[in-house]
């Protein structure tokens, strides 16, 4: 399932059924930059490169930084206690099981890891979802529809039905691609657990506090509280099916 090249101190993951010649080059952002190979960029803590490492193939490339306090001092560094142990790893390990499971999930292309005297820093691949628009950019421009609110309850309930946990389940790391399919991204810290009411409702209930948190932020935003009902009911019910 997975597949393991290393090199002195650098590891890069794959699918085990890859067939693409992918060398350390491919996690630097400069790389593409100097191939005209940077077709779109989201900038922010977390930045991501949205790169054409084939004719009509799109990857997006993100690098692994830390949070809170303590990413000010230490930024993008990680103790390195195995690879099986690193964030990257476990990420890219899940992404290859959800797809197994035949969750909706972007494809994991590669990964990477160099690590030394005990440190690592880390980068992910993954398929772009073609066309993609995250719920909380579709909520600026307009309502949902009643089905795109159920599908997006019935796809959270199909990951949790599966005993999948997110880290961060929030408006933006639900996307919608151009066939107004549900897919959930950013699997880092996620893990397929035993099913229980307890993390799957913290899981809602911290995705109802980002539809709060965005609707905050922006001039129009088109979601109030008989839509979040539509959605919990879809969910719900799905969940329990």
Not at 96 to 104: C, D, Y
Not at 152 to 165: L, N, P
Not at 173 to 192: P, R, T, Y
Not at 199 to 222: H, V, Y
Request: aromatic share 12%; with cysteine; net charge neutral.
């Amino acid at each position: 399932m997975l597949k393991i090249d290393n090199t002195g101190n650098h590891f890069i993951l794959t699918p085990q059924n890859s067939e693409l010649n992918i060398n350390q080059d491919w996690f630097y952002v400069e790389y593409w930059r100097q191939k005209n190979a940077i077709v779109n960029s989201k900038l922010g803590r977390a930045p991501a490169w949205f790169i054409q490492y084939q004719k009509g193939n799109t990857a997006v490339l993100k690098h692994y930084w830390r949070g809170g306090l303590i990413g000010k001092v230490l930024n993008d560094q990680y103790l390195f206690l195995g690879l099986e142990k690193t964030r990257v790893y476990k990420e890219f390990k899940l992404l290859l099981e959800l797809k197994a499971l035949n969750l909706a999930v972007p494809d994991p292309i590669a990964a990477y890891v160099e690590q030394a005297y005990g440190i690592y820093r880390a980068d992910i691949l993954t398929q772009a979802i073609p066309n993609a628009q995250s719920l909380c950019e579709k909520l600026q421009q307009s309502h949902l529809s009643e089905n795109e609110l159920v599908s997006v309850g019935q796809t959270i309930a199909d990951f949790h039905r599966h005993g999948v946990y997110h880290d961060d389940l929030n408006i933006n790391n639900i996307l919608f691609d151009g066939q107004g399919n549900v897919n959930l991204i950013d699997f880092d810290k996620g893990e397929i657990r035993a099913t229980n009411k307890t993390w799957q409702q913290a899981n809602i209930d911290r995705l109802a506090r980002s539809f709060k948190k965005e609707a905050g932020k922006w001039p129009t935003f088109f979601f109030d509280d008989s839509h979040w009902q539509v959605l919990l009911q879809a969910y719900e019910k799905h969940l329990n099916s």
